[in-house]
């Protein structure tokens, strides 16, 4: 069954600690996205990526780092730096397909909050 | 940027009605399309609309699109409580691998 897969499901961080959130696909999709959704809002693009070894900050980026080394693989970072990480994290993938008509599919997130 | 602006923020119906929200948009698109989230779950795509598309059907499932006005329409018809979810908006523009979301319709289908 092709997909996304998020992991954990649920995660605590401790003051000053850095985590690492999980996102994989098995849709063999060029692009991978990171979102951040907070309480009775949208989404809002923290990285994404077209394609392996290149990526590019998205609308809140600032406390987040990404990287991209397999096609399959956009494990995001949440630093230290990022000063009010409680949030839900969605990442998602897509081929753009001809004239960029296709749809982003989603994992079933990661919710993280503050120990 | 959150570019797509769904209106009303909130809507409870009963079981076999039909619910109706919109979305307004500020810039150029290429193509317009709806999600579906449940609680606590990622997002499920309903429906892509492409810019020179009018209408499109899927099940229950109706979208309008007026480039004209900048807007969309989805309408759910003979709701089920299956239905209970937060619907966005997401808008995809020329030459982008960015969506822009909107903040989303909360559906409350009462049995």
């Known amino acids: 069954d092709g997909g996304i897969t998020q992991s954990p499901k649920y995660l605590f961080r401790k003051e000053g600690q850095n985590v690492t959130l999980s996102c994989e696909q098995n849709?063999?999709?060029?692009?991978m996205y990171w979102y951040r959704q907070d309480p009775g809002q949208g989404l809002r693009l923290i990285y994404y990526?077209?394609?392996?070894?290149?990526?590019q900050k998205g609308d809140i980026a600032e406390g987040y780092s990404v990287s991209r080394e397999k096609k399959e693989s956009f494990p995001l970072t949440v630093t230290s730096a990022q000063k009010n990480p409680t949030a839900f994290y969605l990442c998602?993938?897509?081929?753009?397909?001809?004239?960029?008509?296709?749809?982003?599919?989603f994992g079933d997130g990661t919710r993280l909050s503050i120990l | 940027s959150q570019q797509g602006e769904e209106d009303p923020q909130a809507l409870s119906i009963q079981e076999g009605e039909n619910a109706t929200m919109n979305c307004s948009y500020k810039?150029?698109?290429?193509?317009l399309q709806w999600y579906r989230q449940n609680s606590g779950r990622g997002l499920v795509h309903l429906i892509l609309?492409?810019?020179?598309?009018r209408e499109k059907h899927s099940g229950r499932l109706r979208v309008t699109l007026d480039t004209s006005k900048k807007s969309s329409s989805l309408l759910i018809t003979a709701s089920r409580a299956a239905d209970t979810a937060s619907y966005f908006c997401?808008?995809?523009?020329?030459?982008?691998?960015?969506?822009?979301f909107g903040a989303g319709t909360t559906v409350t289908v009462r049995a």
């Open positions: 997401a808008t995809d523009p020329w030459g982008d691998y960015k969506l822009s």
């Open positions: 849709l063999n999709h060029d692009a």
């Open positions: 998602a993938s897509r081929n753009p397909g001809q004239y960029n008509n296709q749809p982003q599919h």
């Open positions: 810039t150029s698109i290429n193509n």
């Open positions: 990526s077209q394609i392996v070894n290149d990526f």
């Open positions: 609309i492409r810019s020179n598309e």
